[in-house]
């Protein structure tokens, strides 16, 4: 069997506001293999989103283990770290994060450029991935020209640009109305299928979670 993607053990986050305690994460154990979609589900204020930037390395702060594509993150120093979120995780938030001032294209286009890709290389993945996702007469239009489907799309586009071995998305259709969410969520899926990549997406949707490959549930800091 395939070493997993992402394997945390006994992860643990919690936070001080003045006297109290607050305890987010109380040792979640979760293991995504290569290839796998899972839908990480819980009620708003269930820490989807502290488990999210724990795996992300995007802060620390955090007690246990994360292990991406087989590396142990607490193992790694400031830089390291960089260079493993770079080279193995892609992400795509509920709110676009779209570079206003750049158009579809040149937003999958930078991402790879920092990777260290040719320009026209980056070019021709930009292009091939929107054109995929049905903005392929949309490449030449910044973000405020496209419509909250439009840009999520984009969004999902730069996540897979550098093809990374998983992606994380936090409620990355929360912002569109169920029809747009359903047609993006479906457009997402198949394009991750298809690169080979595996996926963690928080969403407190049960319908669009039963479309993954499968369901955890996060209660009170703990996965069931």
Do not use: C, W
Request: negative net charge; without cysteine; proline residues 4%.
């Amino acid at each position: 069997m395939s070493k997993p993607v992402l394997e945390t053990t006994d992860l643990r986050r919690s936070f001080t506001q003045g006297e109290v305690t607050i305890h987010v994460l109380n040792g979640v154990n979760l293991s995504i293999q290569p290839g796998e979609i899972v839908a990480l589900v819980g009620p708003s204020g269930s820490g989807k989103s502290t488990l999210l930037q724990a795996v992300g390395l995007l802060e620390g702060g955090f007690e246990g283990s994360i292990r991406i594509n087989g590396v142990e993150a607490a193992a790694l120093d400031t830089d390291a770290r960089t260079d493993l979120r770079r080279d193995a995780l892609g992400f795509v938030y509920q709110f676009h994060h779209l570079l206003p001032d750049f158009d579809a294209r040149e937003n999958v286009i930078l991402p790879q450029m920092i990777h260290g890709a040719l320009p026209e290389v980056a070019r021709e993945r930009a292009d091939a991935l929107l054109t995929t996702l049905g903005l392929g007469d949309r490449l030449d239009h910044r973000p405020s020209k496209l419509s909250g489907g439009e840009q999520q799309r984009v969004a999902v586009a730069r996540a897979l640009a550098n093809r990374p071995p998983l992606i994380l998305a936090d409620e990355p259709t929360g912002n569109l109305d169920e029809k747009t969410a359903d047609t993006v969520l479906a457009e997402f899926l198949r394009l991750v299928r298809d690169e080979g990549s595996s996926a963690l997406i928080a969403t407190h949707n049960e319908r669009l979670a039963a479309r993954m490959d499968r369901v955890v549930r996060l209660h009170e800091g703990v996965l069931g």
